[in-house]
């Protein structure tokens, strides 16, 4: 019998062609909120308790300023000195709230719509250390590997926009190490842009330098590509005061906020994940009032971020299947709040890339995709619990979030998908299979989503072509991407003017520039 011929030599072709962005199997924004832990009831009395805390608890060492705005908006200061706000308060703050957030990227390609229920990675930490899988070995973080990081993340598809992942361990004085965070984030990749600073004098001078990259200070307003980290509240229910005077003046430069509530599960939030899940939505809120304080409207992400501890030693495991759930449940409530919403899941407990670490990382981050979270942050690059961060597997973990991507997007159902006349032809023709018909051809690409890494050879040919390590590939592709990938998004001209004004740490050879 004659073989048919020409099929796998036009699937090879379709194969090595390069896909439209229309073509693609997935998209930044593909929408989740198919996955829903929590039941009506449970949402009810959640959200119940959320009013609760902040009516009857409220918060402890608000700064002068956060006491006067929110008092003037009908929160009430105890003789206690804790500042509680009534639900009239919050529901007033709710409908101020912008709920058509769009994150820019320096790159128009890049701006992110962070509304309704569509689903986006970004990395984040303060990792102080990285990891060597190749010396099997960790060494203290520096500038350059923030900056290396980021350009790695500037060809990972899908990993949406970068928030800074390390701490400059080599930039002793604090006012230099954040201005040379940002810096390092904003040279480094033409993505949107997390960072956070320890003093608002510091932010202050920050703004100075993002306004000369955007082009002017009206420039900045109109597409701000950095958005600011801030654990304002020190759980539980205490905010941090340094950090409410960061938030005050990133509200007021136009800078987008991260409301960040970072409580530790049977540490300083409540054990029981629904009570982790109601501390960390209060605290957030209670961000939330502050803000629209400020100004109604500014653009701030609510990010409940409760963390889950082991709780036979009380140290942190970001790898646990609690934290998916967690944040899942935490992503649902943002869903009834119709709130921008950002969680934290793909971290993990392993120290180096392997199979604890690959497993981690799917089954935290999928529940949140599923759940549709806005921003799933530390997904990618960050072991030891967030004490380490590993440059290499930002390759690795960049088809992970992927696949993650794909599940989210489900099962499109209509006419041409249900293939009946596909069908039709290969039973009635004598074809006998699908391999070689037009509609295979034409969905291989869209319907599908195949890793760059992950190797699907059978074993002889895996042998056949040397018995690649993924981890080595990925550290090839490292050094590929570091010794090539140079962003030249910010000119040579701008970036002589900011190096003119500010202490940059990294040399300009450091960078790509002569």
Same mark, same amino acid.
């Given at each position: 019998?004659?073989?048919?011929?020409?099929?796998?030599?036009?699937?090879?072709?379709?194969?090595?062609?390069?896909?439209?962005?229309? +073509?693609?199997?997935?998209?930044?924004?593909?929408?989740?909120?198919?996955?829903?832990?929590?039941?009506?009831?449970?949402?009810?009395?959640?959200?119940?308790?959320?009013?609760?805390?902040?009516?009857?608890?409220?918060?402890?060492?608000?700064?002068?300023?956060?006491?006067?705005?929110?008092?003037?908006?009908?929160?009430?200061?105890?003789?206690?000195?804790?500042?509680?706000?009534?639900?009239?308060?919050?529901?007033?703050?709710?409908?101020?709230?912008?709920?058509?957030?769009?994150?820019?990227?320096?790159?128009?390609?890049?701006?992110?719509?962070?509304?309704?229920?569509?689903?986006?990675?970004?990395?984040?930490?303060?990792?102080?250390?990285?990891?060597?899988?190749?010396?099997?070995?960790?060494?203290?973080?520096?500038?350059?590997?923030?900056?290396?990081?980021?350009?790695?993340?500037?060809?990972?598809?899908?990993?949406?926009?970068?928030?800074? &992942?390390?701490?400059? #361990?080599?930039?002793?004085?604090?006012?230099?190490?954040?201005?040379?965070?940002?810096?390092?984030?904003?040279?480094?990749?033409?993505?949107?842009?997390?960072?956070?600073?320890?003093?608002?004098?510091?932010?202050?001078?920050? /703004?100075?330098?993002?306004?000369?990259?955007?082009?002017?200070?009206?420039?900045?307003? +109109? #597409?701000?590509?950095?958005?600011?980290?801030?654990?304002?509240?020190?759980?539980?229910?205490?905010?941090?005061?340094?950090?409410?005077?960061?938030? #005050?003046?990133?509200?007021?430069?136009? &800078?987008?906020?991260?409301?960040?509530?970072?409580?530790?599960?049977?540490?300083?939030?409540?054990?029981?994940?629904?009570?982790?899940?109601?501390? +960390?939505?209060?605290?957030?809120?209670?961000?939330?009032?502050?803000?629209?304080?400020?100004?109604?409207?500014?653009?701030?992400?609510?990010?409940?971020?409760?963390?889950?501890?082991?709780?036979?030693?009380? +140290? &942190?495991?970001?790898?646990?299947?609690?934290?998916?759930?967690?944040?899942?449940?935490?992503?649902?409530?943002?869903?009834?709040?119709?709130?921008?919403?950002?969680?934290?899941?793909? &971290?993990?407990?392993?120290? /180096?890339?392997?199979?604890?670490?690959?497993?981690?990382?799917?089954?935290?981050?999928?529940?949140?995709?599923?759940?549709?979270?806005?921003?799933?942050?530390?997904?990618?690059?960050?072991?030891?619990?967030?004490?380490?961060?590993?440059?290499?597997?930002?390759?690795?973990?960049?088809?992970?979030?992927?696949?993650?991507?794909?599940?989210?997007?489900?099962?499109?159902?209509?006419?041409?998908?249900?293939? /009946?006349?596909?069908?039709?032809?290969?039973?009635?023709?004598?074809?006998?299979?699908?391999?070689?018909?037009?509609?295979?051809?034409?969905?291989?690409?869209?319907?599908?989503?195949?890793?760059?890494?992950?190797?699907?050879?059978?074993?002889?040919?895996?042998?056949?072509?040397?018995?690649?390590?993924?981890?080595?590939?990925?550290?090839?592709?490292?050094?590929?991407?570091?010794?090539?990938? /140079?962003?030249?998004?910010?000119?040579?001209?701008?970036?002589?003017?900011?190096?003119?004004?500010?202490?940059?740490?990294?040399?300009?050879?450091?960078?790509?520039?002569?």
């Amino acid at each position: 019998m004659a073989r048919r011929s020409g099929g796998r030599q036009a699937r090879k072709a379709l194969r090595s062609a390069p896909l439209t962005d229309a +073509a693609k199997p997935v998209h930044a924004g593909e929408l989740g909120g198919r996955y829903r832990p929590l039941d009506d009831v449970g949402v009810a009395a959640i959200d119940a308790n959320i009013f609760r805390i902040l009516e009857e608890v409220g918060f402890n060492d608000a700064t002068p300023h956060c006491i006067e705005a929110c008092t003037a908006v009908g929160a009430i200061l105890g003789n206690d000195g804790r500042l509680r706000m009534p639900r009239s308060v919050v529901e007033k703050s709710l409908q101020q709230t912008n709920r058509n957030l769009v994150l820019h990227g320096q790159d128009p390609d890049h701006d992110l719509d962070i509304s309704g229920q569509r689903v986006h990675f970004s990395t984040a930490g303060a990792a102080v250390m990285i990891a060597d899988p190749a010396s099997n070995s960790y060494r203290e973080s520096k500038a350059q590997d923030l900056y290396d990081m980021a350009r790695i993340v500037d060809t990972c598809e899908h990993i949406h926009m970068f928030q800074r &992942m390390c701490v400059l #361990r080599d930039v002793t004085n604090n006012y230099e190490m954040d201005l040379n965070t940002t810096y390092c984030s904003v040279a480094g990749t033409s993505k949107h842009v997390g960072a956070s600073w320890t003093h608002y004098t510091h932010l202050e001078k920050t /703004f100075e330098m993002l306004h000369i990259i955007a082009g002017g200070e009206d420039k900045w307003r +109109a #597409r701000p590509f950095v958005s600011q980290s801030n654990c304002f509240v020190v759980p539980p229910m205490k905010f941090a005061q340094d950090a409410l005077e960061c938030l #005050r003046v990133g509200v007021e430069g136009g &800078m987008p906020i991260l409301l960040l509530s970072a409580g530790q599960a049977g540490a300083t939030t409540p054990a029981c994940l629904a009570g982790a899940v109601s501390q +960390a939505w209060a605290e957030c809120l209670g961000g939330l009032v502050y803000l629209n304080a400020i100004k109604p409207g500014a653009p701030a992400i609510l990010g409940a971020w409760p963390f889950v501890s082991d709780l036979r030693t009380g +140290a &942190m495991s970001g790898g646990s299947p609690e934290q998916g759930l967690l944040s899942a449940a935490c992503a649902q409530m943002g869903n009834h709040f119709d709130l921008p919403f950002g969680t934290a899941c793909g &971290m993990t407990d392993s120290k /180096f890339p392997d199979l604890q670490a690959g497993a981690e990382r799917a089954y935290t981050v999928l529940p949140p995709a599923l759940s549709g979270a806005n921003i799933i942050y530390e997904a990618a690059g960050m072991y030891a619990s967030l004490l380490g961060a590993c440059p290499e597997s930002l390759l690795l973990d960049n088809d992970i979030l992927g696949a993650a991507l794909r599940i989210t997007r489900g099962i499109e159902v209509n006419e041409k998908t249900l293939g /009946f006349d596909n069908l039709h032809d290969v039973c009635t023709s004598g074809t006998g299979h699908y391999l070689g018909s037009d509609q295979t051809l034409e969905v291989m690409q869209s319907e599908y989503i195949y890793p760059e890494f992950s190797d699907r050879h059978s074993p002889t040919v895996w042998a056949d072509h040397g018995k690649p390590v993924l981890l080595q590939k990925a550290i090839e592709r490292r050094d590929e991407i570091l010794a090539s990938h /140079f962003p030249k998004h910010i000119s040579d001209e701008t970036d002589r003017r900011v190096r003119e004004q500010f202490p940059i740490a990294l040399s300009p050879e450091s960078v790509g520039r002569a």
